[in-house]
């Protein structure tokens, strides 16, 4: 593997989408070319964002590809969802450059999945892939004189394998819906217990009692009008969390035109105006949730919306599992159990590595304990809580 070389590029139009995509796979839109694409096609990544696209191209001593990876050069630590500004602040005090660094990761989403996209091939260890990816990557970051690597919200075969590359791993929590074979949303609350059931019952009536018409459409479906109205929406809550907005109003069009049927936007509307939206994605076994907004107060409806109606679809459409994007213990009363997220880091600076890899392993076992603690808080009747 010594032999094999690491590229970076300044964009992925640099890289044929058919090579990209085999090796992503379809598990996982947030990783296909067409999502990454639209982000920088649409000025979301780029200098006015400090997301600068660096992405990774393994090739084999034949010069064949064998695996890329959606890289970022940052110079800030700003919608990442695993956050290091401790560290970046710490190193900065004393004397240290922490920016810029490079970060492993789909931009502005917190949707665990693969990093290291390995073109598929029976005779090749995908471990040892991993390894000598993050060997590279590691490498990449000496040369250009870097703080650090971050592999954010990856899979724990590849948290592993960049452990065992020298990287320190990090776990965190989010909440996650499962499908146990339901036939219908009547029979997922069956597998509650009886007042969590009526609690959600009520909501659902409250919200849907309020003059509102749902729509759930897909791909092309979704009109210009619709996206102009969610992009409202969307800049509502930026504006709502005191938060940036990342995405521009380009990039929501796109996705239709690009992901098709794998762009999921629901929309309540009110007397004819639309009043809120919550967009998902559409994975091969998932649905992702990601933004919502919306204009009023209604009763329930961000519930409603974004959580009730996903496993309405996750259901409908036989999918295993909704995830529901980062943060909210709330959701573990709506049937979202926590479920560990995983990163890696590789820290070039031995002082700040030891300190940062002293701070991981205190935090560990009280992520574990949060986990265990939020779990005794399952909605789910006892003999269904596995």
């Given at each position: 593997?010594?032999?094999?070389?690491?590229?970076?590029?300044?964009?992925?139009?640099e890289?044929a989408?058919?090579?990209?995509?085999?090796?992503?796979?379809?598990?996982n839109?947030?990783?296909?070319?067409?999502?990454?694409?639209?982000?920088?096609?649409s000025?979301?990544?780029g200098?006015?964002?400090?997301w600068?696209?660096?992405?990774?191209?393994?090739?084999?001593?034949?010069?064949?590809?064998?695996?890329?990876?959606?890289?970022?050069?940052k110079?800030?630590?700003?919608?990442?969802?695993?956050?290091?500004?401790?560290?970046?602040?710490?190193?900065?005090?004393?004397?240290?450059?922490?920016?810029?660094?490079?970060q492993?990761?789909?931009?502005?989403?917190?949707?665990?999945?693969?990093?290291?996209?390995?073109?598929?091939?029976?005779?090749?260890?995908?471990?040892?892939?991993?390894?000598?990816?993050?060997?590279?990557?590691?490498?990449?970051?000496?040369?250009?004189?870097?703080?650090s690597v971050?592999?954010?919200?990856?899979?724990?075969?590849e948290?592993?394998?960049l452990?065992?590359?020298?990287?320190l791993?990090?776990?965190?929590?989010?909440?996650?819906?499962?499908?146990n074979?339901?036939?219908?949303?009547?029979?997922?609350?069956?597998?509650?217990?009886?007042?969590?059931?009526?609690?959600?019952?009520?909501?659902?009536?409250?919200?849907?009692?309020c003059?509102?018409?749902?729509?759930?459409?897909?791909?092309?479906?979704?009109?210009?009008?619709?996206?102009?109205?969610f992009?409202?929406?969307?800049?509502s809550?930026?504006?709502?969390?005191?938060?940036?907005?990342?995405?521009?109003?380009?990039?929501f069009?796109?996705?239709?035109?690009?992901l098709?049927?794998?762009?999921?936007?629901?929309?309540a509307?009110?007397?004819?105006?639309?009043?809120?939206?919550?967009?998902?994605f559409?994975?091969?076994?998932?649905?992702?949730?990601?933004n919502?907004?919306?204009?009023?107060?209604w009763?329930?409806l961000?519930?409603?919306?974004?959580?009730?109606r996903?496993?309405?679809?996750?259901?409908?459409?036989?999918?295993?599992?909704?995830?529901?994007?980062?943060?909210?213990?709330?959701?573990?009363?709506?049937?979202?159990?926590?479920?560990?997220?995983?990163?890696a880091h590789?820290?070039?600076h031995?002082?700040l590595?030891?300190?940062?890899?002293?701070?991981?392993d205190?935090?560990?076992?009280?992520?574990?304990?949060?986990?265990?603690?939020?779990?005794e808080?399952?909605?789910?009747?006892?003999?269904?809580s596995?």
């Amino acid at each position: 593997m010594s032999e094999w070389s690491l590229s970076l590029h300044s964009a992925i139009a640099e890289i044929a989408p058919e090579i990209w995509d085999i090796c992503a796979g379809d598990d996982n839109p947030f990783v296909s070319h067409a999502f990454l694409s639209a982000l920088e096609d649409s000025g979301s990544v780029g200098p006015r964002t400090g997301w600068l696209p660096r992405h990774a191209v393994l090739r084999d001593p034949d010069a064949r590809v064998r695996a890329v990876a959606p890289l970022y050069g940052k110079s800030n630590s700003w919608g990442e969802y695993v956050f290091d500004h401790a560290w970046a602040n710490a190193f900065e005090q004393t004397g240290g450059r922490y920016y810029p660094k490079l970060q492993l990761c789909v931009p502005f989403s917190p949707v665990p999945g693969p990093r290291l996209l390995i073109r598929p091939d029976p005779d090749i260890d995908r471990a040892s892939v991993m390894a000598s990816f993050g060997s590279a990557l590691a490498q990449a970051c000496a040369e250009l004189g870097l703080s650090s690597v971050h592999a954010t919200f990856c899979t724990p075969e590849e948290r592993d394998a960049l452990t065992n590359a020298g990287w320190l791993p990090r776990q965190g929590l989010q909440y996650h819906w499962h499908n146990n074979n339901y036939r219908s949303f009547d029979d997922f609350l069956g597998a509650l217990a009886s007042r969590k059931r009526k609690s959600l019952r009520r909501e659902r009536r409250d919200a849907q009692n309020c003059g509102l018409v749902f729509h759930t459409k897909t791909g092309a479906s979704i009109t210009p009008d619709d996206w102009r109205a969610f992009y409202g929406f969307y800049q509502s809550t930026v504006d709502r969390k005191w938060g940036s907005a990342y995405l521009t109003e380009d990039f929501f069009p796109m996705l239709s035109e690009r992901l098709g049927n794998r762009v999921v936007l629901m929309l309540a509307e009110h007397e004819g105006v639309p009043v809120a939206g919550a967009l998902n994605f559409r994975g091969r076994d998932t649905l992702y949730g990601r933004n919502w907004g919306c204009t009023g107060e209604w009763p329930f409806l961000h519930f409603e919306l974004c959580y009730y109606r996903a496993i309405d679809f996750a259901i409908e459409h036989g999918l295993s599992r909704v995830e529901a994007g980062a943060q909210g213990d709330h959701k573990i009363q709506r049937g979202y159990v926590p479920a560990l997220t995983y990163s890696a880091h590789h820290i070039a600076h031995p002082g700040l590595r030891d300190a940062i890899e002293s701070f991981l392993d205190a935090e560990r076992p009280a992520i574990l304990e949060e986990a265990e603690a939020l779990a005794e808080l399952s909605p789910y009747r006892a003999e269904d809580s596995d």
